[in-house]
């Protein structure tokens, strides 16, 4: 829950200029309000006891104490922090660690001002926010139960289906995973094809059947 002062951010980077810069984005932005910084991990966890931000920036690869640490240690403390990644490496490595340690999102530091903006708010909200770099990334590593020899349906593909199923029309599913509608049509069109099915009526009924809709 935000308070008066909007979103309330720690920023978490072992480079001082990084930390300037995206303190002077968010600071100059409204309904953001800086609390502090960290340099590592281990002090990003002593920050976010003493200062409680509503979403920490956590970058990954850091001297004196990595971001992935950090993220299972606040996920086992049940901190209510939600933690957004914001890193320069999407690697196996690096994304999959990061999202099983628990954290909300993650970003590429190339990432658009708006886009990471928006990325923080939702974050803030509990929604889970992945670069597309990142989403594709995941895709291997998730797979959906399904009939034998069909193609499991991606991370980014299950979402759209559970909107679906939730009677989620394509400009509110966009507007709900920050992507554009044409990428919701092309992720419907792939999913189709992975089910055997023509449109989201059939889409919902055959996940249902397969059990990758509970």
Known sequence: MTSDVGISVLIVDDHPV?????????ESAPGFTVLGEASNGVEALERAAALDPDVILMDLRMAGGGGVDAIAELTRRSARSKVLVLT?????SDTLPAIEAG???YLLKDAPRDELFTAVRAAAEGRTVLS???ASRL??????PGAPGNEPLSAREREVLAL??????NREIARELFISEATVKTHLTHLYAKLGVKDRAAAVATAYDRGILG
Do not use: E
Request: aromatic fraction near 6%; charged fraction near 20%.
């Open 132 to 134: 597309p770099a990142v």
């Open 88 to 92: 320069t490496y999407d690697t196996d």
């Open 164 to 169: 679906v199923a939730r009677g989620t029309s």
């Open 18 to 26: 990084v930390r300037d810069g995206l303190r002077g984005m968010f």
């Open 103 to 105: 954290a909300t999102g």
């Open 139 to 144: 895709v291997s590593a998730v797979r959906t």
